[in-house]
């Protein structure tokens, strides 16, 4: 849906899951958006910010608008609170737990067309933040699927963080 690029793993002990992509398919695709519900957003559990105070996010450029959207669309909801913090979009890298270097194992972060909110209350792997709980996003997930978006609630490996475009 975003193309191809070819990539390496990067040259670094601390990052071993990242990758390195060709800087034509990065200069080509990826850009940096405003989503205005994002503008200061703070993790009130950390006190400390939580991506970009300025509401700008990097992502694919054919995924912009559909994150422009899908973010409308929860605030005309009412349901911006339901986002405690936003914890990013594009991330190069391969899934985790991944350590085979193909490409059936990179994140589809690594298109910058997925996003993860609320990570600490909905980690990969665990259960996700039950309605009531602090981070609970299950009221998001049906406004996330009619926008074109897919929950990791409902992988087999549960990732309640994490939101990808599953339609242009």
């Known amino acids: 849906m975003f193309g191809t690029f070819e990539f390496r793993l990067a040259k670094s002990d601390t ?6 992509i060709e800087e034509d398919w990065l200069a080509d695709n ?3 958006t405003s989503i205005p519900q994002l503008i200061g ?4 559990q950390f006190a400390k910010p939580r991506g970009r105070k300025d509401g700008k996010i ?13 973010f409308a669309a929860w605030e005309t909801a ?15 890298r391969l899934k985790r ?3 085979e270097l193909v490409r059936s194992n990179l994140s589809n972060h690594s298109w910058g067309g997925a996003f993860d909110i609320n990570s600490q209350e909905n980690w990969i792997g665990q259960a996700p933040a039950a309605m009531g709980q602090r981070g609970c996003l299950f009221e998001l997930v049906h406004i996330a699927n009619e926008e074109g978006f897919f929950w990791g609630g409902h992988f087999d ?3 309640g963080m994490h939101f990808e475009i599953a339609e242009l």
């Open 41 to 44: 957003m703070v993790d009130r």
């Open 157 to 159: 490996r549960v990732d």
């Open 78 to 92: 009412g349901l911006m609170d339901r986002v405690i913090y936003f914890t990013g979009c594009f991330n190069a």
């Open 30 to 32: 990826i850009c940096q």
């Open 58 to 70: 990097t992502c694919h450029r054919l995924a912009a608008p559909r994150l422009q959207a899908l």
């Open 15 to 20: 990052a071993r899951y990242q990758l390195e």
């Open 97 to 99: 737990r991944e350590t």
